[in-house]
């Protein structure tokens, strides 16, 4: 089964550091590029990160450019999202999601929930 | 505000038919695919059209895409109350290098 589950979510002060991170199984990781995408409570879906299969390339949302890193290790089907320097707006649920084609995710995780609040 | 914009809502009754439009420029669905996306309460996003008008596998044809210069639409027939979520379009953002999505269409089916 094609799954993604995503972990390393919690409480965090403004200011502070989390690592998210998810993990792949049910298909060959390293073929495809990866996204984390957040959602705020009750508000839409902002694309946050995207890293190519291979681990060369990636790209950020100018809210986030700067604080986050993305990363991968293929050898241990994983994907994770180093997040610094945490504000309240970066408060939401972070989902994982694998690439289909280039802007389309067939699978995504559960989500995990991140709190940036004093 | 999101780059691509959707209607906040649209509704419509049971076993009719509702679309939900799309709209962008030149730089995102002017020249990139469009997916659409399904979001039921609670749950994460489901994949429901890429590539502007292909369905993966399990996703019902009553699900269709359509795309004609910078707006896409989303159709869904047959409505059934398992239908009611919110709906998502997104695409690639070329001058941005990022991926967009709309702001979210909720559907009532009344």
């Known amino acids: 089964e094609v799954q993604l589950v995503e972990s390393g979510g919690g409480v965090v002060q403004p200011g502070g550091s989390l690592r998210l991170s998810c993990a792949a199984s049910g298909f060959t990781f390293d073929d495809y590029a990866m996204h984390w995408v957040r959602q705020a409570p009750g508000k839409g879906l902002e694309w946050v990160s995207l890293?190519?299969?291979?681990?060369?390339?990636?790209y950020y949302a100018d809210s986030v450019k700067g604080r986050f890193t993305i990363s991968r290790d293929n050898s241990k089907n994983s994907l994770y999202l180093q997040m610094n320097s945490l504000r309240t707006e970066d408060t939401a649920f972070y989902y994982c999601?694998?690439?289909?084609?280039?802007?389309?995710?067939?699978?995504w995780g559960q989500g995990t929930m991140v709190t940036v609040s004093s | 505000q999101s780059v691509l914009t959707q209607p906040p809502s649209v509704s419509a009754a049971p076993g009719q038919k509702v679309t939900i439009s799309c709209s962008g420029s030149s730089s995102n669905i002017g020249n990139n695919y469009v997916s659409w996306y399904q979001q039921l309460p609670g749950t994460a996003p489901k994949l429901l059209i890429y590539d502007n008008n292909k369905r993966p596998s399990g996703i019902p044809d009553r699900f269709s895409g359509s795309k004609s210069g910078t707006s896409a639409t989303l159709g869904i027939t047959g409505l059934q109350t398992g239908d009611e979520a919110d709906y998502y379009c997104g695409t690639w953002e070329s001058s941005l290098r990022a991926v967009v999505f709309g702001g979210g269409t909720k559907l009532t089916v009344l």
């Open positions: 999601a694998k690439t289909v084609v280039i802007g389309a995710f067939d699978i």
């Open positions: 890293i190519s299969g291979d681990g060369g390339s990636t």
